[in-house]
Every structure is written in structure tokens, then in C-alpha cells.
T-cell receptor
Framework: GENVEQHPSTLSVQEGDSAVIKCTYS??????FPWYKQELGKRPQLIID?????GEKKDQRIAVTLNKTAKHFSLHITETQPEDSAVYFC???????????FGGGTRVLVKP | EAQVTQNPRYLITVTGKKLTVTCSQN?????MSWYRQDPGLGLRQIYY???????DKGDVPEGYKVSRKEKRNFPLILESPSPNQTSLYFC?????????????FGQGTRLTVV
């Protein structure tokens, strides 16, 4: 099945700096890669996703890059703000089935 | 308002006492699933359903049952809960198969089994 590894597990950055979270996946046929943000005590919510026919997607201060050859994708947050503090999850589907596998999560702390 | 609703939000129960956590979505989504979230382990899929009367095991199905008699509802059943099922549970739904579309999550159910 699909195996998704996420690094780092925790990330502390100074407000205004950039944060980068990386995920690797095992199923080379996977074609959809979402990122979810979970604030403390709340449900995960989609913040950005990318499909395998593009290499990069950007939405204001967040961007996702995909390297299909190396089977990894990354979340980039620029000009971080305190409200970016949360747990972030990447995910990848098992291409031949219907299961969505999540990475272990990254706890991001933005220090003012 | 489009949403996924879980009940209850919090539940404390005793070992062996059957319980059901309900999940309902109003978006006419075909795909629904249950996850448990434990510290350091992320979100692990318990069961999923592609449509009415179609369910399948996720990565950690032991000790759980589900049913999908109607499109909007996908209850999670613990026939004989044990302390290792103490966790935060999330229900989620998607328009289509999980591999291609956004998953909408319920508010979560924090379960404690003593």
C-alpha cells in the first residue's frame, strides 16, 4: 500500500521566515497530493493540493512543489505569521484503490 | 451550510460497553471514511465507504464496524471498546474517490475508554 513519510515532525520558525515541510510517497502511480492544516482543537482542513500534471502550485503565501521522479512533494509557507501555527498533514492516495494515506504531521510553531 | 456532523463530540465509556459514533454529511458525497488520530501517529484510516452498501477496511480496522445504509450516514460502531481505542476520531467525506478530491472532516469525537 501507499507509505507516506513527512518531515520534520516539529518546526519552529521566527515570524516572517519561511517554513518548508517535505513528504515522500511510495506509490509511483499516485496523482493527487493534498495538504491539510489542523489548528489546535479543530478539524483538518484542506489548504492546497496539487495534481501530478503540474510541478508547482501557489496560493498567496503557500505553495506546493511536486517531484514525481523522486516521489516527493513539499509545502512552502513564506512570510510566516502567528496564525500559521498549527499541525500540517500531507496525504497521498493509493492510486489503484480508494484509500488516502496521511503523513505523520508536522507541528509548526511561529514565534512572534 | 455544507458540513460533516459527528456526534457525540466527547464520550467517556467503560470497557466492553457497545457504542456508536454517528456521522452525517449533507453534500451528497459518495465517499466517506473514518480516521483515528493519536499523538505522533497522524491520521490513520479505520474504514471507508465508496457508496451505499459498499464498505472496506482501512489501515486499522480491528475492533470497529461500520455501515452505509444511506448515502448521508456512516456510523462507526465499537462492539466492545477497549482502552487502546481511546483516541480522537474524525469522519470525512469526499465527492468522489479519495484519490482525487478534497476530504471534508467532521468536528471530531474524543473518546475515552476506561
Amino acid at each position: 500500500g501507499e507509505n507516506v513519510e513527512q518531515h520534520p515532525s516539529t518546526l519552529s520558525v521566527q515570524e516572517g521566515d519561511s517554513a518548508v515541510i517535505k513528504c515522500t510517497y511510495s506509490d509511483s502511480a499516485s496523482n493527487y497530493f493534498p495538504w491539510y492544516k489542523q489548528e489546535l482543537g479543530k478539524r483538518p482542513q484542506l489548504i492546497i493540493d496539487i495534481r501530478s500534471n503540474v510541478g508547482e502550485k501557489k496560493d498567496q503565501r503557500i505553495a506546493v512543489t511536486l517531484n514525481k521522479t523522486a516521489k516527493h512533494f513539499s509545502l512552502h509557507i513564506t512570510e510566516t505569521q502567528p496564525e500559521d501555527s498549527a499541525v500540517y498533514f500531507c496525504a497521498a492516495p493509493k492510486a489503484a484503490g480508494n484509500k488516502l494515506t496521511f503523513g505523520g504531521g508536522t507541528r509548526v510553531l511561529v514565534k512572534p | 451550510e455544507a458540513q460533516v456532523t459527528q456526534n457525540p463530540r466527547y464520550l467517556i465509556t467503560v470497557t466492553g460497553k457497545k457504542l456508536t459514533v454517528t456521522c452525517s454529511q449533507n453534500m451528497n458525497h459518495e465517499y466517506m471514511s473514518w480516521y483515528r488520530q493519536d499523538p505522533g501517529l497522524g491520521l490513520r484510516q479505520i474504514y471507508y465507504s465508496m457508496n451505499v452498501e459498499v464498505t472496506d477496511k482501512g489501515d486499522v480496522p480491528e475492533g470497529y464496524k461500520v455501515s452505509r445504509k444511506e448515502k448521508r450516514n456512516f456510523p462507526l460502531i465499537l462492539e466492545s471498546p477497549s482502552p487502546n481505542q481511546t483516541s480522537l476520531y474524525f469522519c470525512a467525506s469526499s465527492w468522489d474517490r479519495a484519490r482525487n478530491t478534497e476530504a471534508f472532516f467532521g468536528q471530531g469525537t474524543r473518546l475515552t475508554v476506561v
